[in-house]
């Protein structure tokens, strides 16, 4: 089994920024990718960015993309997401997945392990 721990959200005021961490720990070694998703009150998971522990490639949702940046530090086994330029409409909970899969999804339903999540909040 592989545990993910998510840490660092909080309240930021729209046009700031906040990192997320999330560390990977257990069978790390048979995880492909990564990825953060969120979920805001009232509405579905949606896809935010994903990574792939060898090579890095990175996958952006469109509503965050030069906004919102993923990296990797594969000896921690942590992934991170530094959120700049934040707005009211970015708050929601936060999780980190990962999966064991070949390809990325940006479907939840593609994703294998999950983080219990960090709520930010970002207010106007």
């Known amino acids: 089994q592989v545990q993910l721990v998510e840490s660092g959200g909080g309240l930021v005021q729209t046009g700031g920024s906040v990192r997320l961490s999330c560390a990977a720990s257990?069978?790390?070694?048979?995880?492909?990718?990564m990825g953060w998703f969120r979920q805001a009150p009232g509405k579905e998971r949606e896809f935010v960015a994903a990574?792939?522990?060898?090579?890095?490639?990175?996958y952006y949702a469109d509503s965050v993309k030069d906004r919102f940046t993923i990296s990797r530090d594969n000896t921690r086994n942590t992934v991170y997401l530094q959120m700049n330029s934040l707005k009211p409409e970015d708050t929601a909970v936060y999780y980190c997945?990962?999966?064991?899969?070949?390809?990325?999804?940006?479907?939840?339903?593609?994703?294998?392990?999950w983080g219990k999540g960090t709520l930010v909040t970002v207010t106007s």
């Open positions: 257990g069978r790390t070694f048979i995880l492909r990718h």
């Open positions: 990574i792939y522990w060898s090579g890095g490639s990175t």
């Open positions: 997945a990962a999966s064991a899969r070949r390809q990325y999804s940006s479907d939840p339903a593609g994703m294998d392990y």
